[in-house]
């Protein structure tokens, strides 16, 4: 059980220099491609004269930009989803003879690590959704303002 302890504190501490590291990346890199997919499915749905051969590139160039996204967003989803669940895990674990153990790893148990965007946002699936949900309301709001009624 010690072992575990000791393994699940290193892990937290890289989690923590992941996140330090990464976080404001994959806030730019999110919204780069947030703004890219409005921008390519406001095109498709907008533009008048779009050939076939555009039509395709808009597309993939859609996709490519969704796929960035979610390769974010859904490992670091699944990373906050399972750290919490060991944490909890763990805590329970611990035998009710060990106080010793049990107070040098406590603290480190009850602090929920997290992958975030800029420590504005801890990722998790519910922000995938509204993240998708953001865009696609943008796209049509925009979409309808100018039109006649």
């Keep these: 059980m010690k072992n575990s302890l000791y393994v699940y504190r290193d892990v937290a501490k890289i989690l923590d220099s992941m996140d330090e590291i990464?976080?404001?990346?994959?806030?730019?890199?999110?919204?780069i491609a947030m703004t890219a997919e409005f921008r390519v499915g406001y095109i498709l749905a907008f533009?008048?004269?779009?050939?076939?051969?555009?039509?395709?590139?808009?597309?993939?160039?859609?996709?490519?930009?969704?796929?960035?996204?979610?390769?974010?967003?859904?490992?670091?989803?699944?990373?906050?989803?399972?750290?919490?669940?060991?944490?909890?895990?763990?805590?329970?674990?611990?035998p009710r003879n060990e106080e010793d153990l049990k107070c040098e790893f406590k603290k480190d148990l009850k602090q929920e690590k997290y992958l975030t965007l800029w420590k504005i946002y801890p990722l998790s699936r519910s922000l995938i959704i509204a993240s998708l949900g953001t865009v696609v309301t943008y796209g049509i709001l925009i979409g309808t303002l100018g039109k006649e009624p």
Aim: proline share 5%.
């Design 22 to 31: 990464f976080s404001l990346p994959a806030l730019s890199s999110v919204l």
């Design 47 to 94: 533009s008048k004269e779009i050939s076939p051969a555009s039509y395709y590139y808009f597309l993939l160039t859609g996709i490519h930009f969704l796929s960035i996204q979610l390769l974010i967003m859904f490992p670091g989803s699944i990373v906050n989803e399972k750290a919490r669940c060991v944490s909890h895990f763990l805590l329970y674990r611990i």
